[in-house]
Nanobody
Framework: QVQLAESGGGLVQAGGSLRLSCAAS????????MAWFRQAPGKEREFVAV????????YIVNSVKGRFTISRDNAKNTVYLQMNSLKSEDTAVYYC??????????????WGQGTQVTVSS
């Protein structure tokens, strides 16, 4: 069993940066791909980024590519999402998830509670 806890969200002005962290419990963290999803009010949850279990493979959705970076530190059981040049449309609750490498939420068995990111224009 893996428990995930996000942190680092908040209110930021457009053009600013935030770094989200997701701390995992359990000794199997390095076995899972880790991903970030987000959900804006009234919209479906959408994929943002994924990183493979070793950290060598990553994929970023086109809408944030060049602005967001995903990384992980298996020694710290933590995955990160560095968000730069934030836009108002990035406003959402951001969730980290652990499971099978891919873009579909159904591939992830473990989810955090989410952290709110609000970008003011």
């Amino acid at each position: 069993q893996v428990q995930l806890a996000e942190s680092g969200g908040g209110l930021v002005q457009a053009g600013g940066s935030l770094r989200l962290s997701c701390a995992a419990s359990g000794r199997t963290f390095s076995s899972y791909a880790m991903a970030w999803f987000r959900q804006a009010p009234g919209k479906e949850r959408e994929f943002v980024a994924v990183i493979g279990s070793s950290g060598r493979n990553t994929y970023i959705v086109n809408s944030v590519k060049g602005r967001f970076t995903i990384s992980r530190d298996n020694a710290k059981n933590t995955v990160y999402l560095q968000m730069n040049s934030l836009k108002s449309e990035d406003t959402a609750v951001y969730y980290c998830a652990g499971g099978q490498y891919g873009m579909r939420p159904t591939g992830y068995a473990y989810w955090g509670q989410g952290t709110q990111v609000t970008v003011s224009s």
